[in-house]
C-alpha cells in the first residue's frame, strides 16, 4: 500500500537524482532542457506540491500535483518512480490515488507526458485523452463526471437566500473562504425529500485556510464584517489552518484536508461563488454518498461525538430517508 508525505527542503538532492534517473534520457531525446540547473530549477518548481511516494516503509519515487479549482482540474506536474522499484505497479497505484483524489472534489485530472516516454501509453489505458500537443510532448485530460456538481449548481443558484449569503461571503475578498456544512447538505437532503419549503439555516458556516493566520480574532472580524452585510443570519467563520489546535490533531495541509476530520463525512462538503460570479464546490469525501441519502460516521473522531450530534440535531426526524453507516 502506498502512501504520500509531503517532501521538504532536506529532499531536494534526492529529488535532483530520481528525476536524473527517470528522465534525463527522455528529455535528451526530447531535445528538451536537461542540464544541472534545469533539473535542479525543475525540482524547486511549484516545490510545495512535492509529495514522497511511500511503500513498504520506503521512499520509492515522488509525485507533484495540485488542485486547480479555476481550470477545474488537478494538475500532476511530475510523477518519478525510482528504477529500483519500477515494474511494480506502484505508477498505477500513484494514479488511481490522483484519481480518486480528483473524483472526491469533482475535478479533471490533467498531466503532460513527453512524446518518448513510455507512461503515455498507461495514461492512455487511465482513460486520459489528449488534448493539445506541442513538438515534445502531449496535454492530456481525463474528464470527470460532474453530474453531482450540475445539480448542485441548479439548486444553489434557484435560492435567493442562499446566493445572498455567498455574495456576502465574496466581499469578505477571501480567496479560499467557502460557505460549509449544513448550508450545502441540507439542501440537497431537502430537494431529495421533496420538501417544497427549505430547512432554515440555523447557522452559516464559513471557513477559510491561512497558515499565516495566528491570530483568532481574525476570524471574528470577519464574522463581524459578515453580520452587518447580513444581520439575520446566525454568521460563524473559522480558520481551518489553526482548527487542529483546539482539535488536538497535526496540523492540516490545506482547507480539505481539514474538512476530512469533521465527525460525519456528509458535512464535509462546501460552496463559494468567485468574481466571476461563478460556484465552486469542495468535499472531504465526494459527493455521491450525499445524494445518496447516506450519513457516515467519520472514524477519525470519536464515534460519541457524532451520536451526540446526530441525537441534538434530529437529522433523520427531520430527513427520514437517511441510512446510517457506522
Not at 470519536?302 to 437517511?322: D, G
Request: charged content about 20%; overall charge neutral; hydrophobic content about 40%.
Amino acid at each position: 500500500m502506498i502512501s504520500l508525505q509531503k517532501a521538504t527542503q532536506n529532499d531536494v538532492d534526492y529529488l535532483v537524482s530520481l528525476r536524473k534517473l527517470t528522465m534525463h534520457s527522455y528529455l535528451l531525446e526530447a531535445g528538451m532542457p536537461c542540464s544541472e540547473q534545469d533539473h535542479i530549477a525543475r525540482v524547486n518548481y511549484q516545490f510545495a506540491a512535492t509529495h514522497l511516494i511511500v511503500f513498504d516503509g520506503s521512499i520509492v519515487g515522488m509525485v507533484k500535483f495540485a488542485n486547480q479549482l479555476e481550470t477545474g482540474c488537478c494538475y500532476i506536474y511530475q510523477l518519478q518512480i525510482h528504477p529500483d522499484f519500477q515494474n511494480k505497479q506502484l505508477g498505477s497505484q500513484v494514479m488511481a490515488l490522483m484519481i480518486e483524489n480528483a473524483k472526491v472534489q469533482q475535478l479533471d485530472v490533467a498531466l503532460s507526458v513527453i512524446k518518448q516516454n513510455p507512461a503515455y501509453g498507461l495514461y492512455l489505458k487511465l482513460g486520459f485523452q489528449v488534448v493539445g500537443e506541442d513538438s515534445a510532448e502531449y496535454l492530456m485530460r481525463r474528464p470527470c463526471d460532474h453530474s453531482y456538481q450540475h445539480l448542485l449548481e441548479r439548486d444553489v443558484l434557484d435560492d435567493p437566500l442562499r446566493m445572498s449569503a455567498l455574495n456576502a461571503v465574496r466581499q469578505l475578498n477571501i480567496p479560499s473562504a467557502y460557505i460549509a456544512a449544513g448550508f450545502l447538505r441540507n439542501l440537497v437532503w431537502d430537494k431529495l425529500h421533496g420538501k417544497t419549503k427549505l430547512s432554515g439555516l440555523n447557522d452559516v458556516d464559513v471557513i477559510y485556510f491561512d497558515q499565516n493566520e495566528t491570530d483568532h480574532n481574525i476570524a471574528k472580524h470577519h464574522q463581524a464584517s459578515l453580520v452587518k452585510l447580513m444581520p439575520n443570519v446566525n454568521w460563524q467563520v473559522k480558520n481551518q489552518a489553526l482548527m487542529h489546535i483546539k482539535n488536538h490533531d497535526n496540523p492540516y495541509c490545506c482547507l480539505v484536508d481539514a474538512m476530512r476530520y469533521w465527525p460525519e463525512k456528509e458535512t464535509a462538503v462546501a460552496v463559494k461563488l468567485n468574481h466571476a460570479n461563478q460556484l465552486t464546490f469542495i468535499s472531504g469525501f465526494g459527493f455521491e454518498s450525499l445524494f445518496n441519502l447516506t450519513l457516515r460516521y467519520n472514524s477519525k473522531r470519536e464515534k460519541a461525538i457524532f451520536l451526540t450530534r446526530l441525537n441534538n440535531k434530529k437529522w433523520q426526524e427531520k430527513w427520514p430517508k437517511l441510512t446510517l453507516e457506522l
